[in-house]
């Protein structure tokens, strides 16, 4: 098995963009179906899901998710844990999608509950493998939001808090029951705590 750090998987990225023509939002799309077929999975036919989005790449993964379970019938609320100004390219993109289908990402407020409780499945696309640091703010209160409900979460490529290349936790962090990682699985996922914290592992090819 091959395991990657975060930054040759993001080199693997920028090389399918740019030597073999595929667009980075096309990878996005692919990553975002594969995160809402295992958030589907886990929602065990409750058709609503509590998404907590940041504003990079990882956050479009969520955002797109969002669109793609919107059209499966799902209830969704997608939350924006992060500054709008901040928003990637790609994960602009995903948002007008999701405008499109009728949906729309939120601004996370930290004084509000959300009942997460009352959701069928949450998913964290708050950061993926170029986190580096602790949670602070809305994106720790949102961690914590997430661990206190009996709703499975699932993550993004790897949950929100743990660091791809060591799996350290530092901080809070979001304690998946499943984690979907794109391309390839990262070392984050298989070393102490960070293997924990992932959950049950799926790897997605996402092109």
């Not at 799309?29 to 940041?54: D, P, Q, R, V, Y």
């Not at 928003?87 to 959300?114: H, I, P, Q, T, V």
């Not at 661990?147 to 350290?168: F, K, L, M, Q, Y």
């Amino acid at each position: 098995m091959k395991l990657a750090d975060g930054k040759s998987m993001r080199e693997a990225d920028e090389r399918a963009i740019r030597d073999f023509g595929i667009p980075s939002v096309k990878l996005m799309e692919n990553a975002s179906f594969a995160l809402a077929k295992k958030a589907a999975e886990l929602a065990k036919g409750s058709k609503s899901a509590l998404i907590f989005c940041g504003s990079g790449n990882n956050g479009g993964d969520g955002v797109g998710a969002a669109a793609v379970l919107l059209g499966m019938g799902f209830k969704v609320r997608a939350l924006l844990v992060g500054e709008r100004q901040k928003l990637s390219k790609d994960c602009a993109e995903m948002e007008r999608r999701l405008n499109r289908l009728g949906g729309m990402l939120e601004d996370f407020d930290e004084k509000e509950n959300y009942s997460p409780d009352s959701f069928g499945v949450l998913v964290d696309a708050m950061f993926g493998t170029g986190f580096r640091g602790t949670l602070i703010g809305g994106a720790a209160t949102a961690a914590e939001l997430m661990n206190r409900s009996n709703t499975p979460t699932v993550a993004a490529d790897i949950p929100s808090g743990v660091h791809a290349d060591t799996g350290a936790v530092l901080g809070p962090a979001v304690l998946a029951d499943a984690t979907v990682a794109f391309s390839l699985p990262k070392i984050g996922h298989f070393v102490e705590p960070g293997c924990v914290f992932a959950g049950e592992l799926a790897v997605a090819d996402i092109g």
